[in-house]
């Protein structure tokens, strides 16, 4: 089992509400990314990082944003939540270049 | 044009049937390459990775073709429980997932 964690799991939260979506890795890969994946949809890469206080925007516009300033752990936000971030965002991390990325359970959220 | 291009699918096969997928790539400077299982509302999961020299475990074979840019997966075989998305991931700067071809196996 991969050491990724992600939390909340599951979320429903009304318009305009700031939210943090969390992510947490004990394998201390420098890597970390986070994807967007609606149901039975490709993932799209919105935000990644090659380590601390490095970060950058992937190919999906994004409203979100995201930090690095510890190695294990990188939380993504929403300052104004909408119905159109329902989505599920699954984080993931990575060691050197050759080797495969663990994945987080992810986080379902729904913005009512 | 997208990074990472598969088959879009899906393959409906029986029991013991052999499938392959495909995969293209544009960016030539990409240095490692994956196979990953996706489950019905699952994360996705590392299925095997992909050497230049072609790698095989159990029933699946991966091959690399750099001076294509071209993956391939072929699966022998085939059991019910393979019945999954696929994805084809290549690795550079960052990790980019084609969008999937979804496979499933009928008795």
């Known amino acids: 089992e991969a050491d990724i964690y992600q939390t909340p799991r599951y979320l429903v939260i009304g318009t305009g509400k700031k939210i943090t979506l969390e992510c947490s890795q004990t394998?201390?890969?420098?890597?970390m990314y986070w994807y967007q994946q609606d149901p039975g949809m490709e993932l799209h890469l919105i935000h990644y990082s090659y380590g601390v206080n490095s970060t950058e925007k992937g190919d999906l516009s994004s409203e979100s944003t995201v930090s690095r300033i510890r190695t294990e752990h990188f939380p993504l936000t929403l300052e104004s939540a909408r119905p159109s971030h329902t989505s599920q965002y699954l984080c993931a991390s990575s060691g050197r270049i050759s080797t495969e990325a663990f994945f987080g359970q992810g986080t379902r959220l729904t913005v009512v | 044009r997208k990074e990472v291009e598969q088959d879009p699918g899906p393959f409906n096969v029986p029991e013991g049937a052999t499938v392959a997928f495909n995969c293209t790539y544009s960016n030539s400077a990409s240095q490692s390459f994956f196979w990953y299982r996706q489950d019905c509302r699952k994360e996705p999961k590392l299925l095997m990775s992909v050497y230049s020299s072609g790698n095989e475990d159990g029933r699946f074979t991966a091959q690399l073709n750099r001076a294509s840019q071209y993956i391939s997966l072929l699966i022998r075989d085939s059991k019910l429980s393979d019945s999954a998305t696929y994805l084809c991931v290549v690795n550079w700067r960052d990790m980019r997932f084609g969008a999937g071809t979804r496979l499933t196996v009928k008795p």
């Open positions: 394998m201390g890969h420098d890597k």
